[in-house]
């Protein structure tokens, strides 16, 4: 015969053992038979005043440690107590700075530093594009400042809208609406250059983008054909605010060579100091690309003096190219960044936007001239270890932790 155990059972308190003392007291006042239905032993507990300050203390706590966590579970009893904490106290973290509240589908786009992946909000199905960028490779400082430039977008319609950020232990998130239209570089792949017509509404709308970003004292330096996306209705937005310098306003310069080779103007190419008028070289190269179907300079732009080169050399326009539409490209392509149009002078007075009211183009009440061949040109070609990031789902550690990233835009309906 087998010896039982004696060992005595460790007993398991129960959910209802947590419950604020005043339940307790409250339940001997309640009918015999909902009180059957509260069968917690009769211990001490913490009144619900007490319970309250923890839960706001953990939640101030979480806060400041940037941690990723989903939302309170109080396990408090209906009544009294229990109803003013289910009602008046909130989530730690809004869903959207959740990694659990997204559904990841698919690859938009990959850079050096991250990256961005269709998503599908879980609880109510809407698409969001999400840019995730690791830690390891990003300087927090340009992961800020991105941030910062998506949060001012809200002001524009070209503007690519920043959402919400979040981080996890590796990874910094930031959430951006989507653009099923994809980008202009992958519509001109398929259909190849644009009539002057259709440049023309496409040139205003990037111009008032850029004029918005000008005006708040930030220089995009990256502007080319794939970071300008297309919505729905083949209107633009601005997007990719990685390269963005911020508080360059007045005679301020900044150094540094940084961009797209192709789009860079000369005096980033040549190392000097710039300002935003090497935006409005590179839409020049944009428009170029959008109205010809080829880059202005016919050099071989992999060559190592390809700087040196093409600032002693002229572009040759064709000549069936309207006039208006030739002399706004050699203002724009103007070598000297003091005489450059859009610094100098007003690009909207221009005689190739003649007839363009541009109230209606900053209210986005001109309908497009065309409309996207197809939708986002997803990357559907890759392996498991894509989404790895989905299992970085830990709080962050202060030694990780990037302060001020949390954002959630608040007029967003998530």
């Not at 850079?111 to 927090?140: E, P, R, W, Y």
């Not at 918005?212 to 080319?224: A, E, Q, T």
């Amino acid at each position: 015969m087998k010896e039982e155990n004696k060992s005595p059972r460790k007993r398991t308190r129960s959910l209802d053992e947590e419950a604020p003392v005043r339940e307790r007291k409250r339940a001997r006042a309640i009918p015999a038979e909902e009180r059957s239905r509260e069968q917690a032993p009769k211990r001490h507990r913490t009144s619900g005043n007490e319970e309250e300050q923890r839960l706001h203390k953990k939640a101030r706590i979480s806060e400041k440690q940037g941690e990723v966590l989903p939302l309170i579970s109080t396990n408090l009893p209906t009544g009294s107590a229990g109803d003013h904490l289910q009602t008046h106290l909130k989530p730690e973290k809004p869903l959207a700075q959740s990694l659990d509240s997204y559904r990841f589908h698919e690859v938009l786009g990959e850079g050096s530093f991250g990256k961005v992946m269709l998503a599908t909000i879980q609880s109510t199905g809407q698409l969001v594009a999400v840019k995730v960028i690791n830690k390891d490779k990003q300087h927090s400082d340009l992961v800020l400042t991105e941030k910062r430039v998506l949060q001012v977008a809200r002001g524009s319609p070209f503007l690519c809208r920043g959402l919400a950020a979040f981080q996890t232990q590796e990874n910094s998130y930031l959430v951006m609406e989507y653009m099923p239209g994809g980008s202009l570089a992958s519509y001109l792949a398929k259909k190849g250059r644009l009539s002057v017509k259709e440049t023309r509404v496409l040139a205003a709308e990037i111009i008032c983008g850029m004029q918005y970003l000008h005006s708040h004292g930030m220089v995009h330096r990256d502007l080319k054909p794939a970071n300008l996306l297309l919505d729905g209705e083949g209107h633009i937005k601005i997007a990719d605010f990685g390269l963005v310098v911020e508080n360059i306003t007045g005679d301020k310069k900044i150094s540094g060579r940084c961009g797209t080779r192709r789009f860079m103007a000369p005096e980033v190419l040549d190392n000097t100091a710039y300002g935003a008028a090497a935006d409005w070289w590179s839409l020049g190269v944009i428009l170029s690309h959008l109205m010809i179907g080829e880059h202005p300079f016919k050099q071989k732009l992999c060559k190592p003096r390809f700087a040196q080169e093409f600032l002693y050399t002229y572009f040759d326009l064709p000549k069936w190219l309207p006039s208006d539409a030739s002399d706004l490209l050699t203002q724009l392509l103007d070598e000297d960044p003091e005489t450059r149009l859009g610094v100098n002078g007003n690009i909207r007075d221009h005689p190739f936007f003649a007839g363009v009211n541009w109230q209606e183009i900053e209210k986005r009440q001109v309908t497009s001239q065309f409309l996207p061949l197809t939708s986002q040109g997803a990357v559907t070609d890759y392996t498991a270890e894509v989404f790895s990031f989905i299992k970085d789902n830990r709080s962050v550690s202060e030694k990780h932790l990037i302060q001020n990233l949390s954002f959630v835009n608040p007029e967003w309906k998530m």
